[in-house]
Every structure is written in structure tokens, then in C-alpha cells.
């Protein structure tokens, strides 16, 4: 049997050896595709749950030390697509991208600054925790167990037109301490340090938002009483998540 042609001593053929040599992508070009896939995933997510409709809500993720990538203005998160996503840096100039960032970007990057642990933002408007938030009604009496676990109390951010730097303004007294805020006759921003833990908090406050309405229809609740409060937050402490 003849030997195949070899080329030099590494044993490839001559015709191996004239083949190109492989160009990867850059990390940050797979994290961005990477990114822009969970985006259209927990879009969908937000519209398949009622929590937006039309074109209502924005998502963001951080995806370096100085930009975020934003779902874009005026789609809706039904029919979004990974193509749609716009790089935006901290300071608010985009970056790349064939569509307008989300108007409320602002919000987003307030966050991200004072809170640099956060690599998501959601914003949605799910009905019933956004009636709390038009009826000027924070979620902050300890109700529901769940809530004390998982993000303590929900404070409400007072009015200001969405979009606009009063907006981000409103929500910085809240931002450090809070994953989660109702925006007066607005909606909810919610946070964490992943794009799912974001969008499970704003579920979170949904479902909680839920159980105190039903509490309010019924004309009782019953308040946990301190000393059950910091068991509880004794056990989230102990905890890296609770389930």
C-alpha cells in the first residue's frame, strides 16, 4: 500500500497544510449573540404572561465593564428578534445596533451604575402589581413569607414621566437597597445578577402582588410579627436561593 504524501514531519498531507487557519470570534462578540438570544427568550417570556403588552416593557444586559445591550424602542417583545438588540455604553451613546434603544434606557443605566453586583434589568407592567403602584401602594407590609426571602419589601418610587431623567432620579433613593420597584401609575424594574434572576423576580412580585390583593378582597391579613421577619431573613442569609 503507498505511504499518503506527507508535508515535513508533522504528518499532514500537502493538502491540509495549505488549508487556512481558523479566525475564532471574540468572546465578547459570542456573549453579545449569546445575550441577545436571552433577551428575545425572556421577552417573550414577559408577553406570553401578560406582564406587557404592545409594545410596552424594555430588557438589558450588562455585557462589559462599560456597555449594556438593550431591547430595542417600539417592537414588541412578542416578535422581537436577536438582530434587534442595541449596544448602548454607560454613559447612553449607542454603540452598535440598526434599531433606537429602548426610550427608558435611562432607568437602566442608573442601575447599573449604582449597582455594579447587577448584570440585568427588566421593566414590565404585570397587572396587578402595577395597580398597586397606580393606587399608590407599595409592597412593603410582610404578607407573604416568599417576598421576605426572596426581595424583602418592594418600596414606590414616585411619579415621573417614563423616559425622562426624572425617572432615574425617582428610582436612585430605592436602587441600593432594593432588587425590585413599583413606579407610581407606571410599572415595575426589577434587577439581579443574572437575566433570570431578574425576570424571576418580577414574577416574584407579581405572584405577591396576587396573594396581598386577595388578602385586601377578603378584608383580612395577617402581618408576620418582627420576630418571624428576621427568622426568616436568618434563613436567606444562610441560603445562596431560596426554592
Not at 150 to 174: H, I, M, R
Request: charged share 20%.
Amino acid at each position: 500500500m503507498k505511504a499518503p504524501a506527507r508535508n515535513g514531519s508533522n504528518g499532514r498531507s500537502s493538502n491540509e497544510a495549505r488549508l487556512p487557519a481558523r479566525n475564532p470570534r471574540p468572546q465578547s462578540e459570542i456573549d453579545q449573540n449569546r445575550s441577545s438570544v436571552n433577551l428575545v427568550f425572556f421577552g417573550k417570556l414577559l408577553h406570553q404572561r401578560g406582564y406587557v403588552s404592545g409594545t410596552d416593557g424594555n430588557l438589558s444586559v450588562r455585557v462589559g465593564p462599560e456597555c449594556v445591550l438593550v431591547t430595542p424602542s417600539g417592537v414588541s417583545k412578542r416578535f422581537m428578534r436577536s438582530g434587534d438588540m442595541v449596544l448602548v455604553s454607560l454613559d447612553g451613546k449607542k454603540l452598535a445596533g440598526s434599531r433606537e434603544p429602548s426610550s427608558e434606557i435611562g432607568m437602566h443605566l442608573k442601575i447599573y451604575k449604582l449597582r455594579p453586583d447587577i448584570t440585568a434589568v427588566v421593566h414590565a407592567h404585570p397587572c396587578i402589581s402595577t395597580g398597586f403602584a397606580s393606587a399608590g401602594i407599595g409592597l412593603i407590609e410582610p404578607v407573604c413569607s416568599e417576598l421576605v426571602l426572596t426581595l424583602g419589601k418592594v418600596p414606590l418610587a414616585p411619579y415621573a414621566l417614563p423616559g425622562s431623567d426624572e425617572l432615574a432620579k425617582a428610582l436612585e433613593p430605592f436602587i441600593p437597597d432594593h432588587n425590585a420597584i413599583l413606579m407610581q401609575n407606571h410599572g415595575v424594574v426589577a434587577y439581579g445578577e443574572t437575566l433570570e434572576r431578574a425576570y424571576m423576580n418580577m414574577e416574584t412580585v407579581e405572584h405577591c402582588a396576587r396573594i396581598i390583593l386577595v388578602t385586601k378582597l377578603l378584608g383580612q391579613s395577617t402581618i408576620l410579627v418582627d420576630h418571624e421577619v428576621k427568622r426568616l431573613l436568618h434563613l436567606t442569609a444562610h441560603q445562596s436561593e431560596f426554592q
